[in-house]
């Protein structure tokens, strides 16, 4: 392990050359006219692969962007990891507000600025290291690998379930491995353990046949705008609670081990707020405000909307209103019934005076890795040597749709080892990679790798 | 008397001729290109007025379109009719929507179909065939008179303010007549005498200082629609009552005399329902249906917004949402003060958690006839006669903006004298005027000319 580390240190300058190399491709998924840099980016990744030892690579055309598979399977009796990640990255655009070219990779401090360099061409490229320095040293790796590295992540990875279903026999595993988010804060390495679900529901409260003049018929009907709001002020109770009769039915509460866990991040209330120009936070009573958003379910109106919105005065009684309400879920909360619950209960609310519609958007289940499953612990051991320091826990309040597909289509459990960090700017102009978490990421993947056999094996024995 | 109405009853057919006449000229005043025919609009009815008698036509120029000025001054000791009436018209679209064209005015049963029939030419030539009549027969008027009919009403008045302004003394009357609304139903003359003012508002509330992701901020922080729902839903109590402190202060109370008078108009609460497509009205308790839409102040949202409006879903929690509310008042309500008072009580009831901005887009006063006016009581003898039925006593849930202006600007009461049809079509396809109501309103015009220096004089004496 001494020699894989050394060899790491030493090839420090190398590393960094090639992956500006994979940063200047301007590989813009949303943006007809670089198809042509995807399909080359795809290509270098494909040769990286082959180039730092893993076999059967093969890039996968799609109807969008190409998929690029590669695998090392000879550690026999070892557990397999299933590596995602995406080659592609956001548009620039303002392109005028970027201090240094998105696609010329610029080191200032101790941060690497450039498209992708953090979301998510940089901690793949992570990877693809650590495999290099096991390749390189030893000629094997301590685990079997699969990798799948898409080009659609940032457009809503379309056709990445049609990919997955049809080849799950290529990508069964032991449990799937996602460098893509960020460590809690800067210095505090974490491991993110659990992910919200989510169900997305569509209002529309229908009075008058038509719009009406509001001088000469307001007063005598319901205005639909009136019935909507006071059906969404209905929604949450003086304690902040979802009013929803069996909402917290399936909730899994906090555990103390995992509130415990939560109190030991950094972190400050007013800064927060401070920082989101808020007067006050406001949520559900008896959590903190990290529990609330990462372990708790919600209700949230996203957009609502009825009758004159233009500047100035019209004087109209809508004949409709209609209101966006999403619900964030934690295990054991189920989408679609959660869903039927709000149609239910939003029914039941509503005034007779008006006609209530309720659609099921879309919807999707939350996730959740155990704190003592062999892949999280790994996680943590492996964080700790590569950082130095004992890594924190988290949670995350939203969604990542590909962990649920993984688990649903798969049956797999993710660990996601992030190694962004808060302020990267993923979606903004200069994006950046800190480089002491890329060095550190290197070599807590090598570690990962590494301790992954022994948890395996510990709970196997237990 | 009798001669004269003997005149009017054998000109019919050459008053008809003239006026389609002047409904073929396709005075739209939104649209530019009809300018020209603006202009000879008011050239039209300057002429008529001159060949039916009025004296010192003028037409003023507007930096729009101008407005036609006669008078006839010779009644001493008579009192001062101020006739306001507009000779523009709405556009004629969908015009495939018409069954016939809607500048070649064609009679079909017993209505007269054009543009511009009912909404206002059609009435504003009412009042000159009157004078006519009158002229032809006598040589003189009742009354005085003057007439102003402009060529902006419908798209807003907005040179008529500075006109009266500049010509206060010019203008300086006893009451202003105005034949522009509709009776109650067909068969039913009424005399309107009282319609609502306004107080219309926007509402701010300000949450986070950006829009956030509602998977990863939501259950933290007051959501923006969520605080404004919560108190739009507080303006109105169990009763329908609006909350605001002060509300009611002025309010004047219906008597038990305009009471009985709503009560004897031909109405049905199922079928009003039935029209407008709502299961069951819904009002402020204590009050009929007309009650409420006439003489009841009351609050309405004319639009709200915020947060994601499009197809599907995304799960923004917003930074701020917004509502226009307004406020449709009665005597002796004053719109400045009721707004500050909708302001007090928004800061007060608004969650301290979110920040919100009020602001008074504009207002106007409610204004009502007496019953026992001079102007109405006149209105009444004379529609009695014209029709030869006892008219009934209505008001107007909406406003009239000019209405209040000559109020303000002349001291002057407005009897409202209209001879449309609540299904006359005023701003759609195939709107048409009732030729009955059309004979019906002449003999009655000249009745009222002839009534109501009997009732001035009746209230001097007093």
């Not at 390495?189 to 009406?212: F, I, K």
Request: proline share 6%.
């Amino acid at each position: 392990m001494d020699q894989i580390l050394e060899y790491i240190e030493g090839n420090k300058s190398r590393y960094l050359d090639e992956l500006r190399d994979l940063l200047s491709i301007p590989s813009i998924s949303t943006n007809p006219e670089n198809k042509p840099d995807l399909e080359r980016c795809a290509q270098w990744i494909g040769d990286h692969m082959r180039s730092v030892g893993l076999e059967n690579v093969k890039i996968f055309p799609t109807p969008g962007h190409p998929i690029v598979y590669a695998d090392w399977l000879h550690a026999r009796g070892m557990p397999t990891i299933l590596l995602y990640g995406h080659y592609d990255v956001q548009p620039v655009d303002p392109v005028e507000l970027w201090t240094s070219s998105p696609f010329e990779a610029t080191i200032r401090g101790e941060n690497l600025y450039a498209r992708g360099s953090a979301d998510d061409k940089g901690q793949v490229f992570i990877h693809l290291k650590s495999v290099e320095a096991y390749m390189k040293n030893t000629g094997r790796l301590p685990i079997n690998l699969k990798v799948i590295i898409e080009g659609e992540e940032e457009i809503g990875s379309m056709h990445l379930d049609s990919f997955v279903r049809k080849h799950r026999n290529l990508l069964q595993a032991d449990l799937v491995l996602i460098s893509d988010t960020s460590m809690f804060a800067k210095n505090v390495p974490s491991v993110c353990y659990g992910l919200r679900g989510l169900a997305y529901m569509q209002v529309e409260v229908v009075g008058p046949n038509r719009d009406l003049h509001s001088g000469s018929f307001g007063g005598s009907i319901h205005n639909p705008v009136h019935a909507l709001c006071e059906i969404v002020a209905q929604l949450h109770d003086k304690n902040r609670r979802v009013t929803i009769p069996g909402f917290y039915d399936h909730v899994r509460p906090l555990t103390k081990k995992e509130r415990a866990a939560f109190k030991k991040l950094p972190w400050s209330n007013s800064r927060y707020a401070n920082d989101l120009g808020v007067r006050k936070l406001y949520g559900e009573k008896g959590f903190t405000a990290l529990e609330q958003v990462w372990a708790r379910p919600t209700l949230e109106c996203n957009g609502i909307w009825g009758g004159f919105t233009g500047e100035g005065a019209k004087t109209v009684l809508p004949a409709k209103a209609f209101a966006k309400i999403s619900m964030r879920l934690v295990p054991d909360q189920k989408s679609e019934r959660i869903a039927k619950l709000f149609e239910k209960h939003i029914k039941k609310i509503a005034p007779k005076s008006v006609q209530v519609n309720v659609k099921y958007v879309h919807g999707g289940e939350a996730a959740i890795t155990p704190l003592e499953s062999p892949g999280v612990q790994a996680a943590v051991a492996a964080l700790e040597k590569g950082f130095g320091r004992k890594p924190l826990f988290q949670r995350e309040g939203g969604s990542i749709p590909i962990v649920v597909q993984f688990k649903q289509l798969l049956g797999l459990d993710t660990v996601l080892l992030g190694f962004g960090l808060p302020d990267e700017n993923a979606h903004a102009p200069d994006e950046f990679l800190n480089l002491k978490n890329f060095f550190g990421g290197i070599r807590t993947i090598t570690h990962f790798y590494n301790e992954l056999p022994h948890y395996m094996k510990m709970r196997r024995k237990k």
